[in-house]
């Protein structure tokens, strides 16, 4: 079953309310905010880093990494983004389709704070061309990420 599958699968085994969009595809952020029609801001972002360990950090699209706070949340001294090949590898989504999901690749998801700041999200879906936004509390409840600041 591919992502977008499981991905849907999953929000309604959760019985949450989200809207699917199909839209033109995009890469970036930016061109996804544009063709859902919603602010920056909301986009949840999800990277695919590598510190001792491959995590998922998830942040407004607006922002980037501080990879110093990621250094010292994770006490290490490695950091560094998935290159294409190990993001095919870890979540079979090409870049910029990640969702903010985790748990559907086996990996610990960590959320920016400022997102929580966001009543609702968007984000790609498994695919460049579908995108889905919901609650942000809802996302919270399904995923139960830990909570840290490393947003510059």
Do not use: W
């Not at 599958?5 to 019985?15: G, M, P």
């Not at 972002?45 to 510190?51: C, L, M, P």
């Not at 994770?74 to 999901?101: H, I, M, Q, W, Y």
């Not at 990996?107 to 920016?112: A, C, P, S």
């Amino acid at each position: 079953m591919d992502v977008f599958s499981k991905l849907v699968d999953l929000l309604i085994a959760e019985k949450v309310d989200f809207q699917l969009m199909t839209h033109e595809p995009v890469t970036t952020s930016e061109e996804a905010a544009i063709a859902r029609g919603s602010s920056l801001e909301s986009g949840a972002k999800a990277i695919i880093a590598k510190t001792d360990k491959f995590v998922m950090l998830v942040l407004p699209a607006n922002l980037k990494i501080d990879s110093k706070k990621v250094k010292r949340i994770f006490k290490s001294k490695n950091f560094r983004f998935a290159t294409d090949e190990e993001l095919l590898k870890l979540t079979n989504c090409k870049k910029g389709a990640v969702p903010p999901f985790g748990i559907l690749f086996g990996l610990e998801t960590y959320v920016d704070e400022k997102l929580l700041e966001q009543e609702e999200i968007n984000f790609n879906a498994g695919r460049n061309d579908k995108s889905i936004a919901m609650k942000t509390r809802d996302y919270i409840k399904i995923v139960k990420p830990k909570i840290e600041k490393f947003s510059l």
